[in-house]
């Protein structure tokens, strides 16, 4: 397959009249170049063997037919976990692949929500506006004038591509405010958007780097949210390529009642009464503990 400065091959096309998992999975990454397979489609949906395996690049580049077959085989990835991956679109021109089955696996671990903090009442407005959150790269491109917290430092790293995010587990009472640009406003974000294929995290603020040597130092999905139960990192970061859809929006946690009378104000000035379906008076809500 060519993509680009990209030249590599989807291994095990089965000779069976049978559709098998790699087949399904040569179709899924059909059109995709290979950093965007290695480093986001591998560490979602295959467990931690897997991920070191493909994270260094071994499967895509080893001989032999049978070899991601073997893999599938040896972590237990069913053909019906592989049928159940749906493609679906974040934002305008563009769309990624969607594991239920992760999803169940992160609540498992000790996920609640995924949340990203805004430090005006306007900001909050037009993301929800303009239909989510954006990357800087699609703001710069779309003329979106709602700025990120580091976009020069995130275009460095290669993080300008992604939403910035931290993942919300029961903490004990960490305050939003302990992470940086905490808020005062917090938009929560549904656990399922972790079912996401797009997605990498790092433990600690990193620009959303994507250096190799970074990259390859990621823990497995299970095991980062594991960790952030056991011992929660206010600046740990969850990159979503492109965007999050205000769809997935589930509430908005204010800093106190001032901030939160301030954002409805200005939500009902624009002509919103509700989001999502839900009345303003129930989305927007005052909390200070992740």
Known sequence: MENGPFTFKIIAQPQTAKRGAAEKIA?????????????????????????????????????GEDKLDDIIK?????????AGVQLRKVCEG????????????????????????????????????????????????????????????????????????RLGVKTGGVRF???YCGGPYRIIFDVGELGRTDWYAHTSDSFGTTSPTRMAQRLTPVDFVKQMKQSYKSDNEI??????????????????????AELIQKFQAQGIQEINGIPLAKFVKVGNTI
């Open 74 to 82: 040896d972590i237990g990835i069913s053909d019906s976990r592989i």
């Open 239 to 260: 990159m979503f390529r492109q965007g999050i859809p205000v769809s997935s929006f589930t509430g908005i946690v204010c800093e106190d009642t001032a901030h939160r």
């Open 27 to 63: 179709d899924m990454f059909t059109g995709m170049e290979e950093t965007s397979f290695l480093r986001h489609i591998a560490p979602v949906i295959l467990d931690e063997f897997a991920y070191r395996e493909l994270d260094a690049g071994m499967c895509v580049r080893a001989s």
């Open 94 to 165: 563009y769309a990624t692949y969607y594991d239920p089955e992760t999803v169940k696996a992160m609540k498992q671990a000790g996920a609640e929500y995924v949340w990203s903090g805004v430090r005006s009442s306007d900001s909050v407005v037009g993301i929800v506006k303009t239909g989510g959150m954006s990357s800087t790269n699609r703001r710069c491109i779309t003329g979106n004038r709602i700025t990120g917290s580091s976009p020069e430092s995130d275009m460095g790293t290669g993080g300008a591509d992604s939403v910035f995010t």
């Open 177 to 179: 405010n302990n992470s």
